[in-house]
């Protein structure tokens, strides 16, 4: 059996040491995993450009399909309890390559809608499939990585979820404003790529160093909660491993302030393009602009993919793996760019794609220390099931924000509402987060 022979890249993802056959490995899996999300919110974060088109064909509000976005993210949230456990159980690479085949199929369904009602069943069972993705692919992560490289890997494979961000909002631009398709083909087209990403995981990924003759590269021993996971064997049951997970106070502490956190992030997601594109996309005049107007939504998602990476990277190498001081940093710079964004007008393109991008560099940056915590807390052998429980939280939190910001909108008639309520909820992650202190 080969072992890990570079112990002195840990902390450096091997960038200046020899590549061993188990770092290029460690990587192969790392970028299959990316490769594979990096497609998985084509078939989520779409919803938000279809909004003004299912409103002019079914005469709904924005409140009622603020619901409909819910009913996505509170079966992704209960998906979350369930998968992450499943990940656990039998192996991330099953299980993520599943839900990226399910979720392309409950999209062309969703596209099939008469109306609301239905609209709102076929989105939430997506959102289900949809949560057999984040969780499990944490966990084969957390096979392959040590403890001192999380933040950093971590950050890269949430810095794929925010290029997917990117995707699923370029895709649907293209869709609407480009090739002037109506709303049904932003759950067909994008999605696509998402079928393509689950075949390739499932072909290139491997559960676990063991499969491929190499030693396990934890560091398990410097880390007590880490410890106690290590001696646990794989055959665990499945209650002992949700006993030990929820037993954990901070990991508990962190999914309330993930659920803030991510509250926010669904709000700018969902509803930044409603605000920027309005009732009269189609109608937009862009012909005073260097920039189309319609396109400045971008610079959430890109954004979100460089904060992303950043705070990972922080919280290994400016605060030395404590993960609540970058969360801390963030959301409470997340409050402050939130507030300046709301006095922003649209017309405003230029100033708009600067406080945006803050906004989305800030909002979504400590989606990877909040997942780096999960093994962190509870050890590598659980981490699927931690991760489904505090993404549980999050999506929980976030389809109590939709209807609400909804709701705002349409009896302020303000759609720059979003960022007060983003910046609130900013503000309480951060305030949470405080208590993590690990």
């Known amino acids: 059996m080969s072992t890990v022979s570079d112990p002195a890249g840990v902390g450096s993802l091997g960038l200046t040491h020899p590549m061993t056959s188990f770092r290029r490995a460690q990587w192969r899996m790392l970028l299959a995993a990316m490769f594979c999300y990096l497609f998985f919110y084509t078939g989520r974060q779409t919803f938000g450009f279809a909004i003004p088109g299912i409103q ?24 979350q309890a369930v998968n ?21 199929i409950m999209n062309w369904a969703t596209s099939l809608s008469t109306g609301v009602v239905s609209l709102s069943v076929f989105w939430g069972i997506n959102g289900y499939f949809q949560s057999m993705g984040w969780a499990p692919g944490s966990r084969l992560l957390s096979n392959w990585w040590g403890r001192h490289e999380r933040g950093t890997v971590y950050g890269l494979y949430t810095f794929a979820a925010g290029l997917a961000s990117v995707l699923s909002f370029v895709t649907s631009l293209i869709v609407v404003g480009h090739f002037q398709l109506d709303w049904r083909w932003i759950f067909r087209i994008p999605v696509t790529l998402l079928l393509v990403g689950g075949v390739a995981f499932y072909l290139i990924a491997r559960e676990k160093p063991e499969d491929m003759g190499f030693d396990s590269p934890h560091d398990d021993a410097v880390d007590d909660a880490a410890r106690e996971a290590a001696a646990v064997i794989d055959s665990e049951s499945s209650f002992s491993r949700y006993k030990a997970v929820l037993s954990n106070w901070r990991l508990l502490v962190a999914s309330v302030s993930i659920g803030f956190q991510n509250a926010a992030r669904y709000g700018l997601l969902v509803w930044v393009p409603v605000h920027f594109l309005g009732a009269d996309w189609a109608k937009a005049d862009a012909s005073s602009a260097v920039i189309d107007p319609r396109w400045i939504s971008i610079a959430l998602p890109v954004g979100m993919a460089v904060g992303a990476f950043t705070n990972g990277w922080v919280s290994d190498h400016i605060f030395n793996s404590r993960r609540y001081a970058a969360i801390v940093l963030y959301m409470a710079l997340a409050c402050v760019t939130a507030l300046y964004m709301s006095t922003i007008p ?15 560099f800030f909002v979504y940056g400590p989606q990877s220390s909040f997942w780096a915590l999960c093994p962190d807390l509870v050890g590598h052998k659980r981490a699927g099931t931690a991760t489904g429980v505090m ?15 909804g709701h705002f909108m349409d009896s302020t008639q303000q759609t720059s509402v979003v960022f007060v309520i983003v910046a609130v909820c900013s503000a309480a992650s951060a305030l949470v987060a405080m208590f993590i202190r690990r």
Request: glycine share 16%; charged share 10%; hydrophobic share 55%.
């Open 346 to 360: 649209t017309t405003a393109v230029y100033q708009g794609l600067v406080v945006l991008f803050l906004c989305g």
């Open 391 to 405: 993404n549980f939280c999050a999506y929980l939190f976030a389809g109590l924000g939709e209807p609400l910001i």
């Open 56 to 79: 002019a064909e079914f005469g709904v509000s924005k409140a009622a399909l603020g619901w409909a976005s819910a009913a996505l993210l509170w079966c992704y949230a209960v998906g």
């Open 84 to 104: 992450g456990n499943l990940g656990d159980k039998f192996g991330g690479r099953r299980v993520m390559s599943a839900g990226a085949v399910l979720s392309f």
